[in-house]
């Protein structure tokens, strides 16, 4: 909705407002801008679409997901390179339905810019070596998966890790 930096912008003037109410005796007026300052800071470290995005592809709605991330014009000014990362990331979900060589291109974008949860560095590691299984590149499909086994720490993905093992044995 707003700019990176301008969120930045709202925050200074509503902490510098905090400390004038806090000069002027009002503390509990200076706490509730504190907090509501607090709100600006978040956004900027977590996009606000980026939240929403997820929260339509917790409910499996690709197209309600797609929707939300159209509404992101330029992404490289408007998000942080994790958001950007993250952006990539849910745009490989989406395309991976339909369009794998679109996909993979998004899948390789966000593990460059970064994704900050090793779960979804895994998903995407995991989602590009099953895109180059079915490319047919056994080598290069190997070692994203050993590499996504080594990110699941929480052994969320093991099964979906040890059928695709299966499956390499097959090809």
């Known amino acids: 909705?707003?700019?990176?930096?301008?969120?930045l912008v709202i925050?200074?003037?509503i902490i510098a407002y905090a400390v004038y109410q806090f000069i002027e005796?009002?503390?509990?007026?200076?706490?509730?801008?504190?907090?509501?300052?607090?709100?600006?800071?978040?956004?900027?470290?977590?996009?606000?679409?980026i939240l929403l995005s997820f929260l339509r592809m917790r409910k499996q709605d690709l197209a309600g997901t797609e929707k939300?991330?159209?509404?992101?014009?330029?992404?490289?000014?408007?998000?942080?390179?994790?958001q950007q990362g993250y952006f990539n990331y849910l745009h490989g979900i989406i395309n991976s339905q339909t369009?794998?060589?679109?996909a993979e291109k998004f899948f390789k974008k966000a593990i460059k810019l970064g994704l900050t949860m090793d779960y979804d560095l895994a998903m995407a590691k995991?989602?590009?070596a099953g895109i180059a299984m079915q490319k047919r590149r056994k080598?290069?499909?190997?070692?994203?998966?050993?590499?996504?086994?080594?990110?699941?720490?929480?052994?969320?993905?093991?099964d979906q890790?040890?059928?695709?093992?299966?499956?390499?044995?097959?090809?």
Request: net charge positive.
């Open 1 to 7: 909705m707003f700019n990176k930096n301008l969120k």
């Open 11 to 13: 925050a200074a003037l």
């Open 25 to 49: 005796g009002n503390i509990g007026n200076g706490i509730s801008l504190l907090l509501l300052s607090s709100i600006f800071i978040f956004l900027y470290f977590r996009n606000e679409i």
């Open 68 to 82: 939300w991330l159209s509404k992101i014009k330029n992404p490289e000014a408007a998000l942080t390179v994790k």
């Open 99 to 102: 369009n794998l060589t679109k």
């Open 126 to 128: 995991l989602s590009l």
């Open 139 to 158: 080598r290069e499909a190997t070692t994203l998966l050993s590499e996504a086994k080594k990110l699941d720490k929480n052994k969320m993905l093991a």
């Open 161 to 171: 890790i040890k059928m695709m093992q299966q499956q390499m044995k097959k090809i």
